[in-house]
């Protein structure tokens, strides 16, 4: 089991940053890939970014590609996203999730936090 708590989220204004942060535990944390989403009210949940277990590589979507960083620290078990250069459409409840699996032909996120707020303003 793997449980995640997600922080750092809040009110922020457009060109500005926040570092969102994912507080892991249970089991050994760097024995699995780590994410990030977010979802928009009325918008179905966006993939992210993703980091694999050693940190080495990472993978992006294409609509924070340049903004957004992710990373890890497997020594404090805390997963990061840096986000810069904020936009209005941004906005979103932004989630963590750890321990990609492949489930009936999809991969598919394990474990999922509870979500954190962000609000860019214009």
């Known amino acids: 089991q793997v449980q995640l708590v997600e922080s750092g989220g809040g009110l922020v204004q457009a060109g500005g940053s926040l570092r969102l942060s994912c507080a892991a535990s249970?089991?050994?944390?760097?024995?699995?890939?780590m994410g990030w989403f977010r979802q928009a009210p009325g918008k179905e949940r966006e993939f992210l970014a993703a980091i694999i277990r050693g940190g080495g590589s990472t993978r992006y979507a294409d609509s924070v590609k340049g903004r957004f960083t992710i990373s890890r620290d497997n020594t404090r078990n805390m997963g990061y996203l840096q986000m810069n250069s904020l936009k209005p459409e941004d906005t979103a409840v932004y989630y963590c999730?750890?321990?990609?699996?492949?489930?009936?032909?999809?991969?598919?996120?394990?474990?999922w936090g509870q979500g954190t707020q962000v609000t860019v303003s214009s």
């Open positions: 249970g089991r050994t944390f760097s024995s699995y890939a």
């Open positions: 999730a750890a321990d990609l699996k492949s489930s009936g032909g999809r991969w598919v996120w394990a474990y």
